[in-house]
């Protein structure tokens, strides 16, 4: 059972931070209808999967996950606008929970810095490392306990590659490559990518502003 696993089982409402508290891996909310069991996490062929001993897992209380862009001020216990919209949501399509998780697990409230990753300008505000040594890791695992994932990180990076053009190019390399770690932990556990609709360039819409009744579509990327 792997650690994100492990923790929705036991808690209701979590997140789980690097040591240092720079880095948010994931944050979860599990609904009343969704608290059974470790067992009911892991889907295989849309209901069952065998873990690595050979249990079987059941799917009533799979939770839904949000990959937005990096995490804001929200934790194990207070919601920002964008979690709790995500929660809502959530209880609304009849998930067990919501888990969010993010292609860059460091912790702003201005995603722009996360765009700064040029280190031949470190006078711009370069990020060592937007991503997180673990991020990948939860990405993975949550997809693999999923009901269904959700792709909403919007068009930040898109926007900021029109208006800076060359300076950019480190940033959009990077974000192309935090994509395709999505899609191969999606591919590798055998998920759809879904969104709430898209930009006009194709990117998957963020779900702060969507209004309630916005309908889950796949979502592919455009090349």
């Excluded at 996490?41 to 069952?48: A, G, K, N, S, V």
């Excluded at 996950?65 to 609304?92: L, Y």
Aim: glycine residues 8%; charged residues 25%.
């Amino acid at each position: 059972m792997n650690e994100l696993a492990t923790e929705y089982a036991r808690r209701e409402s979590g997140a789980i931070f690097s040591p240092c508290g720079r880095y948010r891996y994931a944050l979860w909310r599990r609904f009343p209808t969704g608290a059974a069991t470790q067992a009911d996490m892991f889907p295989t062929d849309r209901h069952l999967r065998r873990d690595a001993q050979g249990s079987i897992f059941a799917a009533p209380a799979r939770p839904q996950v949000v990959v937005g862009v990096n995490p804001s001020v929200a934790d194990g216990e207070d919601e920002d606008p964008t979690s709790f919209r995500c929660v809502k949501r959530a209880r609304s399509h009849g998930a067990g929970g919501v888990i969010i998780v993010n292609p860059y697990a460091l912790v702003t409230k201005d995603p722009r810095g996360l765009l700064l990753v040029d280190p031949d300008e470190p006078a711009r505000g370069f990020v060592e490392d937007p991503v997180g040594p673990r991020c990948d890791e939860f990405i993975f695992d949550a997809i693999q306990m999923a009901r269904e994932v959700i792709v909403a990180w919007g068009s930040t990076i898109e926007g900021f590659a029109k208006v800076k053009r060359n300076a950019a190019r480190p940033a959009v390399k990077l974000w192309r490559s935090r994509v395709a770690a999505v899609e191969m932990a999606a591919f590798n556990n055998d998920q759809t990518l879904l969104c709430l609709g898209t930009t006009q360039s194709g990117a998957p819409l963020h779900p702060l502003y969507l209004p309630d009744g916005a309908r889950l579509r796949a979502w592919t990327p455009r090349t």
